[in-house]
């Protein structure tokens, strides 16, 4: 059983579509981190959020924290080819070590 | 600006053979971390280090060894290697302001 459980496993949409991908945990996080991972790279970070309830916006992206700070979402406006990858989340447990969900495969169709 | 460099990038060895792959970073950061990456289970992680000469177990440390002699190397050895290490491997480093990690290590064991 993972500790961070995301939703759905694989997304394929058409360029243009809104989607909103899920990370959920029973476990308390004291900060909930985003990767995009491209095929044959590691995984490159987007976000870091801190507090319950937070929002952050990236370009297309918004990012919000749980405010019981178990579970976060990323929402993509308008998706575009380039967005094609695996979305991950991660927490810390014990201090820097990362725990990761295991990943939504997004594939944006031009 | 190199970040995390790991070596090989591809590897195939047959099942009892040994073999260290190697991961540097140059950003002086403190904390470095193996992971494993396989189909559906995310990144798991391996072994990890705190600083020179301190390492430490991660969730799935059987069969592999590390050691940190200084800061910037932290290569991970499989020892005798079983068809069960066939995986993707992610070295990665650091900071409070999030993770840093290489372009990964694809290797089959048959």
Redesign the interface.
Known sequence: T?LLEQSP?FLSIQEGENLTVYCNSSSVFSSL?W?RQEP??????LV?VVTGGEVKKLKRLTFQFGDARKDSSLHITAAQPGDTGLY?C?GPLY?????????TILRVKS | NAGVTQTPKFQVLKTGQSMTLQCAQDMNHEYMSWYRQDPGMGLRLIHYSVGAGITDQGEVPNGYNVSRSTTEDFPLRLLSAAPSQTSVYFCASSSKLGYTFGSGTRLTVV
């Open positions: 993972q496993q981190q990767y044959g790279e590691g995984p490159v970070l870091t991950l991660a201090g820097n070590k990362l725990v990761f969900g295991a990943g």
